[in-house]
């Protein structure tokens, strides 16, 4: 990647520099090379150089010059991009070490399913699906996501995520206590992501590429199911839709054991 830079820039100096030959210091190339010093830059090129000499560049070298830069940047745009998205491959974590509290923990199994989750989990976001989210988020990510989407639908925007790929997946981290255990994991997916307004134009993003995220997302799973009821007046919860029950007004904390997501963090984007 420095290489790529290193190369480009010099181009362009070495470009810069043989066509000040030729273009006069008040053409606007002076002013768009430095803004800040287009009078030393002036100065220098009308007294170092005569507009007349025998080694000024024809229209045909310069044009040739244009051409070049042009190769030059449309190669850095192609490759660049390939470049940083290169798959770094994650250090997974021992997976024996899982089984010893999930025995029959299957690594490739819970790739599938939290995939999966979060495929869900954007698809609802995008279509301001509730339930959804509540049923596969937990009960702080659910309320900071409808926090979220409550101020996009009030500005009459919605978020396009579509055409899902993943492209690397590994579980980094465990953690447990006597009731629950959370896997932490990186996943690399490619996606179209851009918002559009009430009238599907675009105003953020845009549609006509895919973005990569690198993300870090843990899931969250209780280790007993318990009955899905009031702790207060043993209503069913089956549909509950918020975090007060409905019948006798208690407040309810969710124990999913499933697993659900609690925390998604973008590392990097690409």
């Not at 803004?35 to 007294?47: R, Y």
Request: charged share 25%; with cysteine; aromatic share 12%.
């Amino acid at each position: 990647m420095k290489k790529i830079f290193q190369r480009f820039f010099l181009l362009l100096f070495l470009f810069v520099f043989v066509c000040a030959k030729v273009v006069s210091a008040d053409s606007g190339w002076g002013g768009s090379y430095d803004s800040g010093s287009s009078s030393d830059f002036s100065s220098s090129s009308s007294s170092s150089f005569d507009s007349g000499s025998s080694s000024d560049l024809s229209v045909t070298e310069i044009i040739i010059l244009f051409v070049i830069i042009f190769i030059v940047v449309e190669l850095y745009n192609k490759y660049s991009g390939q470049l940083s998205k290169k798959v770094v491959p994650k250090k997974s974590y021992d997976i024996e070490r899982i089984k010893e509290i999930l025995p029959d923990f299957d690594v490739n199994e819970f790739q599938n399913q939290s995939y999966e989750i979060y495929k869900k989990i954007q698809i609802a976001w995008m279509d301001f699906d509730f339930k959804t989210l509540r049923k596969y988020t937990t009960d702080e990510l659910y309320h900071s996501y409808q926090a979220q989407l409550t101020i996009l639908k009030a500005k009459k925007q919605k978020n396009v995520m579509k055409n899902f790929d993943l492209q690397n997946f590994a579980v980094l981290d465990m953690e447990h206590d006597e009731s629950h255990i959370s896997l932490k994991v990186h996943m690399l997916v490619e996606c179209n992501d851009y918002v559009v307004d009430q009238k599907d134009k675009v105003v953020r993003g845009t549609s006509s590429r895919k973005v990569v995220y690198d993300y870090e997302m843990t899931f969250t799973r209780s280790l007993e199911k318990k009955e899905n009821k009031c702790p207060n007046c043993n209503a069913p919860l089956d549909n509950q839709q918020s975090n007060v029950c409905s019948y006798c007004d208690s407040p309810i904390i969710s124990e999913h054991y499933d697993w659900v997501l609690s925390k998604k963090e973008v590392k990097r984007q690409m």
